[in-house]
C-alpha cells in the first residue's frame, strides 16, 4: 500500500517571500495585513507558518503569528494542523483577525486553551472601493504634517480607546512609535479645527493602516464625538479615499462592524461596496 504523504506546516524564512506573495496575489484584499507584514519581514525565520502540498510544494495556506494572528486559506484540517502549532507554544498575539471561516474556525480550536476572550467580532463588512464616489470631498483634509503628532496621537488614543476598549499608552511608547511612523510615511489624513478652550484639535482622522499588493486598508477612523452626526466624516471620508487613491493604491479597502449601521451607511454613501466578511476575537 502507498501512503499519501500529507500536507506540511512550516515556519516560513525570507527567501519563502516571493511564493508567499504569489498566493497572497489570490486574493489581495483579505491578505492586505498579512502581506503588509511580510514586505518589511527581513531574510531569516519570519512570525509566519505556510501549509504546502506535498506532491506540488504549492502553498495552499498561510498564517501570520505575530501580534495578530491572520489565518488565510486553510480548511478544516489545515486548522486543526494550525491549531496544534499555535497551542504548542506560548501565545504572543493579542487577536485573531481575518477572513471570518478563517478567525472562527481557528478560535473553535483555541478558545478552550486561549480564552475566554475580551470580545468576539463574529460579523464585519470587508469592503472596497476603487474609484472616488458621489460624495463632495471635504477639501479641508489632508495628510497630517511631520510636526503635527502632539496633535494627532490623541485622537489616535481616543479611537483606539473607543474601538478596542483601553487605553494603548498603558504599555509604553509604542504606540505613539506607530502613530508618529504612519504620519512620517503620509498614511495619516486629518481634519483640524479650533479646540473649546481655544487652539487646535483634530477633528476628524483617518489611517491607512496597511498598504500591499495594491491595496490601502483604511483604519483608525474617528470624528470627534462633538461633532459626530453633522455629515462631516462623510465628506471627510471622500477626501480620503480619492487621495489615497491617487497616492498609494488603486483599491481602498476597510472591515466594519455589522452593529455598527451609521458606519456601514457612511461608507456605504462614500462609495465602498462590500466585498466579503471578517471577524474579530479580541484576547486578553
Known amino acids: 500500500m502507498r501512503w499519501r504523504k500529507q ?85 504572543r498575539c493579542s487577536s485573531l483577525v481575518g477572513p471570518a471561516d478563517q478567525v472562527l474556525g481557528l478560535w473553535e480550536r483555541v478558545q478552550g486553551a486561549w480564552g475566554p476572550e475580551r470580545e468576539v467580532r463574529g460579523r464585519q463588512f470587508s469592503m472596497t472601493v476603487v474609484e472616488p464616489g458621489p460624495v463632495a470631498p471635504d477639501p479641508a483634509v489632508r495628510p497630517a504634517r511631520r510636526d503635527e503628532l502632539d496633535l494627532v496621537f490623541p485622537a489616535s488614543v481616543a479611537m483606539f480607546t473607543e474601538e ?56 483608525g477612523v474617528w470624528t470627534a464625538p462633538d461633532m459626530r452626526g453633522r455629515g462631516m466624516a462623510t465628506t471627510a471620508m471622500a477626501a480620503v479615499v480619492r487621495q489615497v487613491l491617487a497616492t498609494h493604491a488603486p483599491t481602498v479597502s476597510l472591515y466594519v462592524n455589522d452593529f455598527n449601521v451609521a458606519a456601514v451607511q457612511l461608507y456605504t454613501t462614500v462609495g465602498f461596496r462590500v466585498v466579503g466578511e471578517w471577524a474579530t476575537v479580541l484576547l486578553p
Not at 483640524?192 to 486598508?217: C, H, M, N, S, T
Request: hydrophobic share 40%; glycine share 12%.
Open 7 to 91: 500536507p506540511t506546516l512550516r515556519r516560513m524564512y525570507g527567501v519563502d517571500k516571493p511564493r508567499i506573495i504569489r498566493f497572497m496575489e489570490q486574493d489581495p484584499v483579505n491578505a492586505v495585513l498579512a502581506r503588509a507584514n511580510v514586505d518589511h519581514a527581513g531574510l531569516g525565520a519570519m512570525n509566519a507558518l505556510g501549509l504546502f502540498d506535498p506532491r506540488s510544494d504549492d502553498m495552499s495556506a498561510f498564517a501570520w503569528d505575530s501580534g495578530n494572528v491572520i489565518p488565510l486559506g486553510f480548511s478544516d484540517s489545515g486548522l486543526d494542523m494550525l491549531a496544534e502549532s499555535l497551542l504548542s507554544r506560548t501565545r
Open 164 to 219: 478596542v476598549g483601553y487605553d494603548p499608552t498603558i504599555y509604553g511608547a509604542s504606540y505613539r512609535h506607530r502613530a508618529d511612523s504612519l504620519i512620517r510615511n503620509g498614511m495619516t489624513y486629518v481634519k483640524i479645527g479650533p479646540a473649546p478652550g481655544g487652539g487646535e484639535r483634530v477633528v476628524f482622522k483617518a489611517d491607512v493602516g496597511a498598504l500591499a499588493g495594491g491595496v490601502a486598508q483604511i483604519q
